[in-house]
Nanobody, 126 residues
Framework: QVQLVESGGGLVQAGGSLTLSCADS????????MAWFRQPPGKEREREFV??????????FYADSVRGRFTISRDNAKDTVYLQMSSLEPEDTGVYYC?????????????????WGQGTQVTVSS
């Protein structure tokens, strides 16, 4: 069974950097799509698209608000996907979730994804 485990969240000042990790403990899917979504403070029903990448089809997408500042990548040997975040802004604050789509089709909406991590908190102070 797929189990995604996230880490790397924390408190950082505006302008700083953080790298989030998402480990696929089941090592089940080799050609899948991974994405990062975030839940802003006070918006428990909302999951905002951040970035997605399909290692099956080789395409990558970013939200306009993070393009140029965030990078999604993968370490095959560790079955881990990363979200490198730089030039962080207070508006980037939220709970960040990684998600996996089994057929390698990267999408921008949360219902397209089959498995989710537990979330990791990122707080950017001004």
């Amino acid at each position: 069974q797929v189990q995604l485990v996230e880490s790397g969240g924390g408190l950082v000042q505006a302008g700083g950097s953080l790298t989030l990790s998402c480990a696929d403990s089941a090592h089940t899917f080799s050609n899948y799509a991974m994405a990062w979504f975030r839940q802003p403070p006070g918006k428990e029903r909302e999951r905002e698209f951040v970035a997605a990448r399909s290692w099956n089809f080789g395409n990558t997408f970013y939200a306009d608000s993070v393009r140029g500042r965030f990078t999604i990548s993968r370490d095959n040997a560790k079955d881990t996907v990363y979200l490198q975040m730089s030039s962080l802004e207070p508006e980037d604050t939220g709970v960040y979730y990684c998600a996996l789509e089994r057929f390698g089709i990267a999408g921008r909406t949360w219902p397209e994804y089959d498995y989710w991590g537990q979330g990791t908190q990122v707080t950017v102070s001004s």
